[in-house]
């Protein structure tokens, strides 16, 4: 069977692995989508919510893909540090993905903070920010 080419709708899965490491003293964990409902503060949340191919004559020249963080957290500065720690991670940074090490190959430039907002969330505060990330 041959092996399908990862697009910017596999971003998530190069987030993911440079998250868990750069913010891995600062929060609880870092999910996917959804946190579960056990989930203790402060931990992070990453979705996809949109993405935008480029199309060319030969094919397609890049996707991208936009990728937002919520953080959720109990004291207001702990999540603005947090998601300080995140836009720095990512923002300006090239991901490199190899089969040995993640199990695909690929390369997500995240080239710039796209969106951002902070918001009273029921019980706790929680900052969101999107960035663009180009594949």
Known sequence: MTETKKTSL????????????????????VY??????DAVMPFLVYRRTGVRSNPSKVGTCFDS???????????????VEIIEAARS????????CTKEKDGFDMVVGCTQMTDCEEIWDGDCYRQDLTIECKI
């Open 89 to 96: 991670t990512l923002e300006n940074k090239t991901i490199r």
């Open 32 to 37: 996917p989508v959804v946190a579960t409902e």
């Open 65 to 79: 893909s936009v990728i937002e963080l919520s953080v959720f957290s109990k004291d207001y500065g702990e999540g």
């Open 10 to 29: 596999s971003a998530g899965l190069a987030v993911y692995a440079v998250l868990k490491e750069a913010l891995k003293d600062k929060v609880t964990k």
